[in-house]
């Protein structure tokens, strides 16, 4: 198919604006974001983070307020995270199972008080362990991967006892995503998602996050030996082929944009659910632009959402949810 000019003018269709929505090829919807939330287990007032502006901690209530907020906009789900009290922090990371800690009771408060939206939760250790790293690790630090499975089984069915909609297993460990659904279906838990953190790599985008939940002095070390180098793409496919084989129902990338390929190539290859994880880097690094006036925010917040959609994700895990929803309307 050979186009050309004068015949072809790409342009002819961009001259206004009726005809560039009518040829608009993607589009973003409310349906397809995804509220990413950080829980406190303190006082009831907000923490704003401060590597993240316009973002805070929000308590119990406050969390659930916004998960509130979040459906009435008509966002189908929230992904939500802990900030838990360090004390409570330790070598195994047991506050993860704790069937009365923050992340079930906020499950649990959540589906009573806000049914119509989904509820996502974490899988992984950090925000529970002393060493903040995903699972249980040796002596040399090094994260054990089938010892730090069983751990992440027990974490999954403390949630979803509680009534979890969607687990997010997001440590990278071989084999988990098949351990966590044999759990799900022995406890009679048949609805119960898993979104695979299915390509997750060794980011330094991860930043503020830390900050935001509390594991950044922690860490001792990085995540290289469980998260993917930033260089592959191959070894996605291979990571997704056996998380799908596994139980998965829904895949992740992390980071967004910088490993949007990345998500492009696993949607083309296995034309599952797909989504992006607008990490706490990337929305640090826009709202720094914007703020400094060097980035138009009303521009680049939603255009950065856009280039998700036209990449071929489904959807989009985002601090930015409740604000992408009041500008896209009903
Ligand atoms: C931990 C986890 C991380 C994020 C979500 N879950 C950080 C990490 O792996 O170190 C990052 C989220 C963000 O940066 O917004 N398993």
């Known amino acids: 198919m050979t186009q050309y000019f004068p015949d072809f003018r790409p342009r002819r269709t961009r001259s206004q604006d009726w005809s560039r929505r009518l040829v608009r090829e993607k589009t973003l919807t409310r349906d397809d974001l995804i509220l990413s939330l950080i829980v406190h287990d303190g006082e009831d007032a907000p923490q704003p983070i401060p590597s993240m502006p316009g973002i805070s901690r929000h308590s119990l209530k406050g969390a659930v307020e916004q998960a509130k907020i979040a459906a009435d906009l008509g966002i189908p789900m929230i ?29 649990a408060e959540v589906k009573a ?24 690790i040796d002596e040399t630090g090094y994260m054990l991967n089938d010892e730090t499975t069983e751990a992440l089984v027990k974490q999954a069915l403390a949630q979803a006892e509680a009534g979890v909609d969607v687990v997010g297993p997001s440590d990278m460990c071989d084999g988990r995503i098949g351990a966590i659904r044999q759990a799900l279906e022995e406890n009679d838990f ?3 998602k898993i979104m695979a953190y299915a390509a997750k790599y060794a980011s330094g985008f991860y930043g503020p ?25 191959d070894e996605a496919l291979i990571e997704v082929a056996m998380d799908i084989e596994e139980g998965a129902d829904m895949l992740l990338v992390k980071p967004g944009l910088p490993y949007i390929d990345v998500l492009r190539r696993i949607k083309d290859e296995f034309k599952m659910p797909t989504f992006a994880f607008q990490v706490s880097g990337e929305y640090a690094m826009l709202e720094a ?42």
């Open 209 to 233: 996050y830390r900050d935001a939940v509390g594991s950044k002095g922690a860490l001792k070390g990085d995540k290289k030996t469980y998260q993917m180098d930033p260089l592959n793409s």
């Open 79 to 107: 992904s939500v995270f802990p900030h838990i009290n360090p004390a409570k922090k330790d070598e195994l990371g047991t506050e993860a199972f704790n069937p009365d800690g923050l992340i079930p009771q906020f499950i």
């Open 289 to 330: 632009a914007i703020a400094n006036g060097w980035l138009d925010g009303e521009r680049v917040r939603m255009e950065a959402l856009q280039c998700f959609k036209r990449a071929g994700a489904d959807g989009i895990i985002t601090y930015w949810a409740i604000e992408a929803a009041k500008r896209l309307g009903a």
């Open 190 to 192: 048949i609805n119960t």
């Open 113 to 136: 008080k806000v049914p119509n939206i989904g509820v996502m939760c974490d899988v992984a250790l950090d925000t529970y362990t002393s060493h903040g790293h995903d699972g249980l």
